[in-house]
């Protein structure tokens, strides 16, 4: 059942109604904006696409509460989403799917690939395929480059106008009273006419991503039979509509032509993914007070009202694990891992309960053979190293992410745990190395500069230290002027 929605959500003007908000909003965060160029009568290009992107990104995860830092909703979303993308159109554009903890149910798109999923539609979806159907979606309007051909259609669009925009992305983020006065501010002739446009775009992303699901191997029904449902639902919430219906316009035309496609094809029954389930377990352990989850799978178990028993004995011990009830939180785990298959989600959670009770050296061999297992899980990473670090084997984890740095080199969050552990070691200069990685992954390039002018006077660095960092810095440097002088 989809619940109700409640209160607007907060940054629901990050989806594809944002022209709506053009020049409505005064332009006070001007000064924490990408420069976009001169946009008036010209092409958006991808360079620019992706420094807003970034931008508002890193506003997300500096300043909205509801943002979701969880590495393994983050892994699975990334994980469904990459094998997505890999069916789309431009297979090798880069994408970054990102959790917010909000019950309503929506998802948006926004520049240079970065999608945003609420909780509330991974609880509201029925099955994998469904989910899949929605970010398939997504990913067709970006692909599809829809934002930048709002831009590039009205002409008179000037880079004042572009910044403004920006400025109210930021604005709508943490005041979504700001984003109705904004939409309510444009012209009624204005707001028609996008109205009109967003219906061609949302016709040509049902297409897109109908693609994308059948090649990826999904259901194709699980996106008619998602919106479809989302529609019946709708009726009951008079004016109050879910937010995602709002941002993307609905018909039964829409959902008609999602049909007719779907009757070309054979039926074909595509079983979820254990990740799906624990991933959607872990969520419902986290709403409410933890005596609340307890007692909410506590229940579910006992009456047998689950689909899949695993993912609920995860969730209850995830529920315990709020609750520092960490013996019985091992037991329920002993017994999950001992089914016939495990996954990542499962063994992460046994190491913590493990370590909590006392048994180090437990936890990290738990964590070394999962990561045997399950090479591709990067969470199982990010304790692994986190729990060298609090035990005081610094060397030992400085090494271990060393390689894992070599490995994923587009991964924020080793770099920082890299910095730590040079940092513990007194390795300063290798600490704010690799400190400007991880500013440099997250589009703050001065700060990136900054962090490698402080590694060139830190002590202790040998000659070769010395040359990377300074061939390092010249080189973003270069990149520095190189983006001025497209200003």
């Known amino acids: 059942m989809i619940a109700p929605m409640g209160k607007a959500n907060r940054i629901a003007a990050l989806t594809l109604s944002l022209p709506l908000l053009l020049g409505s909003v005064p332009l006070q965060a001007q000064s924490d904006l990408p ?7 010209a092409e958006l290009s991808f360079r620019t696409e992706s420094r807003i992107g970034q931008e508002i990104m890193n506003e997300i995860r500096l300043r909205e509460p509801s943002y979701l830092d969880d590495p393994e909703v983050e892994a699975y979303l990334n994980q469904l989403g990459g094998r997505l993308v890999a069916a789309s159109p431009d297979p090798g554009m880069s994408f970054y799917f990102f959790p917010l ?5 929506n998802a948006f798109a926004m520049f240079g690939g970065y999608i945003g999923v609420n909780t509330g539609l991974i609880l509201a979806v029925q099955n994998e395929s469904e989910l899949a159907g929605v970010l398939a979606h997504e990913i067709a309007h970006v692909t599809q480059r829809h934002l930048a051909r709002i831009i590039e259609k009205q002409k008179q669009i000037s880079t004042a106008s572009l910044l403004a925009m920006a400025a109210a992305l930021l604005a709508a983020r943490s005041n979504a009273d700001v984003a ?3 939409v309510a501010g444009a012209s009624a002739g204005a707001a028609q006419a996008q109205l009109g446009f967003s219906r061609d775009f949302e016709r040509e992303a049902d297409r897109i991503g109908f693609q994308i699901l059948e090649k990826a191997g999904f259901d194709v029904r699980g996106m008619s039979a998602f919106f479809e449902r989302l529609q019946r639902a709708t009726r009951s919430y008079e004016n109050n509509a879910p937010v995602y219906l709002r941002t993307h316009p609905l018909n039964i035309e829409r959902i ?3 049909q007719n496609r779907e009757l070309a094809l054979p039926y074909r029954q595509v ?3 254990m990740d799906f389930h624990l991933v959607r377990a872990r969520l419902q352990a986290m709403r409410g007070t ?3 989850a307890e007692g909410h799978f506590r229940t579910l178990l006992q009456e047998q009202r689950v689909a899949h028993v695993q993912a609920a004995r995860y969730g209850l011990a995830v529920a315990l694990a709020r609750q520092k009830n960490w013996r019985e939180a091992e037991q329920i785990l002993a017994g999950v891992r001992g089914q016939p298959a495990s996954a990542p989600m499962i063994e992460r959670l046994y190491a913590e309960a493990r370590v909590s009770r006392g048994d180090v050296a437990g936890g990290l061999a738990v964590l070394k053979e999962a990561q045997g297992r399950f090479p591709n899980a990067l969470p199982l990473v990010y304790s692994y190293a986190e729990l060298l670090l609090q035990s005081g084997r610094h060397e030992e984890a400085q090494r271990f992410l060393d390689l894992q740095v070599q490995r994923h080199a587009q991964d924020v969050r080793l770099y920082l745990l890299q910095a730590r552990a040079y940092a ?3 390795r300063l200069a290798q600490q704010h190395r690799a400190l400007a990685e991880a500013y440099l992954l997250r589009g703050q390039l001065p700060a990136a500069i900054e962090q490698l002018e402080i590694a060139q006077k830190a002590k202790g660095s040998d000659f070769y230290e010395l040359s990377a960092i300074d061939a390092r810095l010249r080189q973003l440097k270069r990149r520095q002027q190189e983006e001025a002088n497209r200003k």
């Open 101 to 105: 903890q909000d019950p309503m149910i």
């Open 35 to 41: 420069e976009l160029g001169d946009a008036a009568g």
């Open 290 to 292: 933890p005596a609340e």
């Open 424 to 426: 513990a070691r007194g």
């Open 271 to 273: 079983p979820d993914s």
């Open 256 to 258: 008609s032509d999602m």
């Open 180 to 182: 109705g006065a904004a």
